[in-house]
């Protein structure tokens, strides 16, 4: 399985950022997806989640701020950013459900 994420950036607090990732190896539309992040000296934390029938789960830290969405034609799932946080600053990856590989990550930081 190889997952590609992509998006990151600097943006202010407040501001929005449209993360997304790319998977391979598997098939795509069977599998449930997940984004996770990772802050400095902290766990990898699970953000969000979409099944393959489209069922939405998230973190109570991002409820109501970020949206998870996926495209099985392209193999892609995004995650938008929206109303971001300093805290919210971290390496951001895409995991498939029960799965061994973790892509490099792309990294997001919420600074003025």
């Known amino acids: 399985v190889q997952l590609v994420e992509s998006g990151g950036g600097l943006v202010q607090p407040g501001g929005s950022l449209t993360l997304s990732c790319t998977a391979s190896?598997?098939?795509?539309?069977?599998?449930?997806m997940e984004w996770y992040r990772q802050a400095p000296g902290k766990q990898r934390e699970l953000v969000a989640l979409i099944g393959s029938s489209g069922f939405r789960s998230y973190s109570d830290s991002v409820k109501g701020r970020f949206t998870i969405s996926r495209d099985n034609a392209k193999k892609l799932v995004y995650l938008q950013l929206n109303n971001l946080r300093p805290e919210d600053t971290a390496i951001y990856y895409c995991?498939?459900?029960?799965?061994?590989?973790w892509g490099q990550g792309t990294q997001v930081t919420v600074s003025s």
């Open positions: 190896g598997i098939f795509f539309a069977l599998n449930t």
């Open positions: 995991h498939v459900n029960k799965g061994a590989d």
